[in-house]
């Protein structure tokens, strides 16, 4: 198991954090300082967390609140090194983000994702980490390309 670190995400993570976006695909790397800017200066209830292995940035989550919910949140981006995936550093992020909601007494959490084939290996990890396939909205990235969203009750 590789060792694996959680921390609150720093500008010093930005450069690494847009490599792993852009190695994904996830989306455009160039969003992440104005994704990011608001939870760096505390403007924000959105949060993120990166994994580290040793010094370097392994992967990261950004969670947001679900607007007009009570205690509902979003995990709307996680991911990781893809030369790390497989070594628990998904798992590690997930469950740092769950343990941090449940500790600020939240009670639910989302995600989506894609039904593309693509997205297979996504999918097979939420439901190995305890989220439930909630609902899915057909073509709702492109036609032929569903929303699948996960849930996950803390």
Do not use: H
């Amino acid at each position: 198991m590789t060792d694996i670190t959680i921390a609150e995400t720093t500008a010093d993570d930005i450069a690494t954090i847009q490599k792993i976006v852009s190695d994904t695909g996830l989306f455009p790397p160039d969003l992440v300082p104005d994704l990011l800017d608001p939870a760096l200066k505390g403007e924000t209830s959105e949060f993120w967390r990166s994994a580290y292995v040793g010094s370097e940035v392994a992967g990261f989550c950004y969670t947001v609140p679900e607007m007009l919910t009570e205690g509902a949140w979003n995990i709307t981006a996680i991911a990781v090194d893809p030369a790390r995936q497989g070594t628990g550093i998904g798992a590690a992020l997930l469950s740092e983000v769950e343990n941090w909601l449940t500790s600020k007494g939240q009670r639910l959490i989302l995600i989506d994702t894609s039904s593309g084939e693509d997205f297979t290996r996504t999918r097979a990890f939420y439901v190995k980490n305890g989220y439930e396939e909630e609902a899915r909205i057909r073509d709702f990235w492109a036609e032929g390309d569903d929303k699948v969203v996960f849930r996950k009750a803390l």
